[in-house]
């Protein structure tokens, strides 16, 4: 059966090489036909090679992982047999070289004499899941089908690991649906591919199936389900896993216990996520990178700091990913100072050239503004990972700097490797930021063209774009056919309702999250708190705060913190808004104050706005907009001897009140309009404009008042 299948499904992969390996080399390969005499010498020497003795010597060569001297070994073999081709696509496929693995694999397929069996059709498999490559896995897949290689529980699990690799989580389950026998590795598999994908409920589901089909497990199905508790929140759940763990004795295990610590720490009980930490046998450099990534995800920043310092000071070496998370820290926190030295570590001790260590350093400087540090970095790198160009163009984006973005982006398109979603996502939200509709739908457009408008990540990018160019009733369009809808998306739409002083809907929106079977982030909890600010609804605000912190384990943060106070300010509650502001687990900043001086004024409370005032003062002496309030409350309630003092403080202080600008794009050309200039080149036609405008305006208010005068005569 295998041998009348077998030349169709040659056909078909030799069709497509060229489209699938262009970025390999061609899988076929031009020999010269061999003289029958030199024909006869090898098929004598067959038989006095010993082909086991040969083999195990080649597999020797291939666990030490010297895959050259394998190579060479394996292209002098005059014979070579089919466990011959599965220790040399065996090494290459656990170098992750897929390339090269797969080119064996199609030099073996059309050996005469040598037979394909389940084992290297799983390497095959294997390989496809780290090329990326869907074409060819699914022609493998129908050759297993045909064959009945399916039904092997190696080429199964293959399958299912390719499939969710690729993205294709429906088609991975199904396949692990019908396969006949299942061991760990197949369900290790599939809960992987969920968890990994984002699925971590369905993936508990399936953890739980195979507990009920008595399959043993291994360490990793356990850290694989504590990282589906972690990433879904179930602490509960968490802790019977961590109690069977102890039951095996697996929970001595670095990777399981690095896990189990992570659990903790991302479910709210990092006291107990460090204990677990610094009660293992052995804190590796794994433990060590695993507790500050997690410390840095969670937003301790500054223990994760103390953690790296800590680490530095024992016998383990930070590695590329710790020195990647740690500058994800600084980079959280906007230090500059503590960024650069790290930059300076890492480029004595040769780890620049790392990719992560060069994202991250990337993101260290964009998010420390300082863009012309991150391009040079960017510049320098000898390779480019889709990772590099989609974080310098997300720091453009982010900076403001559209303009520049969409260079980069060109670039990418032009020379680096093909622009995803992450990329496209950040272009477009700078298209949102700058109110640039025209070049957003140009965008919407090419996404469309190429495919992508159906990710998550898009779908909210353009509903984020529309909202905050205007077009809500466009951004509502693009949520309702969503068709992978996400928090993110929802979350967009929530702000996008908010934002536009749509606030039931923004909050009908938020109570419909559960029947989608969502779970609100703390993103999600800014767009309802914010709507019911706007709404003045003050109970409902706390509820939801409260849901937030007791029901989903949220922290508030301050801009949770901020929308509550802004929220009370708006009712007129300023001393319930002072006294949560004094409350705040943060540092006060001025934004807080200013919500609050701002209030002040509406309300007229002129001894709360000067405490507000002054707190401002002490963090920015020369704020203009605090002195110029201030001095408005004095006037306001008549103290006008306090308001001139006030202005007087600001004019020997030199502080000058920034003027107030706006720009708009007319025919592909920028005008910018600050209030008092007239430096524009078509400046005299404009200000003519104006002043025929307001004179026709002064003439209709005149006309309207001698309307009113005839009829009262």
């Avoid at 064996?104 to 490559?133: E, I, T, Y």
């Avoid at 863009?371 to 970095?377: H, P, Q």
């Avoid at 050309?669 to 104006?690: K, N, T, W």
């Amino acid at each position: 059966m295998v041998l009348s299948v077998r030349p169709l499904i040659f056909r078909r992969l030799f069709t497509s090489s060229t489209l699938a390996y262009t970025e390999c080399r061609d899988l076929l390969f031009s020999e010269a036909k061999p003289h029958p005499l030199e024909l006869a010498q090898k098929t004598h020497l067959v038989y006095h090679v010993d082909m086991p003795e040969v083999n195990s010597q080649l597999k020797q060569l291939v666990k030490a992982g010297d895959l050259n001297a394998a190579r060479t070994m394996f292209d002098k073999m005059p014979h070579r047999d089919e466990i011959s081709w599965t220790n040399m696509i065996s090494g290459y496929v656990n170098a992750s070289d897929s390339c090269e693995a797969l080119v064996l694999f199609s030099n073996m397929w059309v050996q005469p004499g040598v037979r394909m069996d389940h084992f290297v059709l799983s390497l095959a498999l294997k390989a496809c899941a780290l090329n990326m490559n869907l074409y060819y896995g699914e022609l493998l897949h129908g050759y297993s089908v045909k064959s009945s290689f399916v039904n092997s529980v190696f080429v199964g699990s293959a399958l299912v690991d390719m499939y969710t690799k690729v993205g294709k989580i429906e088609q991975g389950c199904r396949v692990f649906d019908e396969m006949p026998v299942r061991n760990v590795v197949s369900w290790t598999a599939v809960i992987t591919g969920l968890v990994q994908a984002g699925y971590a409920k369905e993936g508990l589901v399936y953890f739980s199936e195979m507990q009920r089909s008595k399959v043993e497990y291994d360490s990793y199905s356990f850290a694989i389900a504590l990282k589906a508790c972690a990433d879904f929140g179930a602490l509960n759940y968490g802790r019977e896993i961590h109690a069977k763990t102890m039951k095996k004795g697996f929970n001595e295990s670095s990777f399981v216990a690095n896990t189990l610590a992570t659990m903790y720490s991302k479910c709210g009980k990092l006291v107990y996520g460090m204990r677990l930490f610094e009660k293992m046998r052995t804190q590796d450099v794994v433990s060590w990178t695993t507790i500050i990534t997690t410390l840095v995800q969670m937003g301790q920043e500054e223990h994760a700091i103390e953690a790296f310092m800590k680490m530095k000071e024992s016998d383990v070496s930070p590695n590329e990913y710790t020195f990647a998370a740690i500058i994800s820290g600084v980079a959280n926190l906007a230090i500059t100072e503590c960024g650069e030295q790290l930059h300076a570590h890492v480029l004595r001790i040769g780890l620049v050239d790392s990719l992560s260590v060069a994202n991250s350093i990337i993101t260290m400087y964009s998010k420390c503004g300082q863009l012309t540090s991150a391009s040079m970095v960017f510049h320098g790198m000898t390779r480019r990972d889709i990772v590099s160009w989609s974080t310098i163009i997300a720091a453009y984006s982010q900076g403001g700097y559209g303009e520049e973005a969409f260079e980069y982006l060109s670039w990418m398109r032009r020379e680096g490797p093909k622009p995803n979603e992450f990329a496209f996502a950040s272009v477009l939200s700078v298209c949102g930021s700058l109110a640039i509709l025209e070049q957003g739908k140009q965008l919407h457009a090419h996404v469309l063209s190429i495919g992508l408008e159906h990710t998550a990540m898009i779908q909210s990018a353009l509903i984020n774009l529309y909202s905050k160019c205007g077009s809500i009733k466009d951004a509502s369009k693009i949520f309702d056919v969503a068709e992978n809808e996400d928090i993110v998306s929802w979350t967009a739409m929530i702000n996008g309702y908010a934002e536009h002083g749509c606030s039931q809907k923004a909050i009908d929106l938020f109570v419909k999250i559960h029947t989608g079977g969502l779970k609100p982030d703390s993103v999600t909890f800014i767009g309802v708190l914010t709507a019911c600010s706007h709404a003045g609804l003050v109970d409902l605000g706390f509820h939801y705060f409260n849901l937030m912190i007791n029901e989903y384990q949220i922290n508030p943060s301050k801009e949770h913190y901020g929308c509550m106070i802004d929220l009370l300010c708006r009712a007129g509650r300023l001393n319930d808004a002072e006294r949560m502001i004094k409350s705040m687990p943060f540092q006060r900043d001025d934004v807080v104050w200013s919500s609050l001086l701002r209030a002040c004024r509406i309300h007229g409370d002129v001894d709360r706005g000067i405490r507000a005032a002054e707190e401002i003062l002490k963090l920015d002496p020369n704020c203009a907009g605090t002195h110029i309030t201030l001095a408005n409350i004095y006037a306001s309630k008549g103290r006008l001897s306090e308001s001139a003092n006030v202005r007087k403080i600001m004019k020997s202080k030199g502080v000058i009140k920034e003027p107030g600008w706006s720009w708009i794009k007319v025919r592909n050309l920028l005008s910018a309009f600050v209030a008092g200039d007239r430096s524009h080149p078509q400046g005299e036609d404009i200000y003519c404009m104006l002043d025929l405008l307001a004179s026709r305006t002064e003439i209709a208010i005149q006309e309207v008042g001698s309307l009113l005068n005839d009829v009262e005569d």
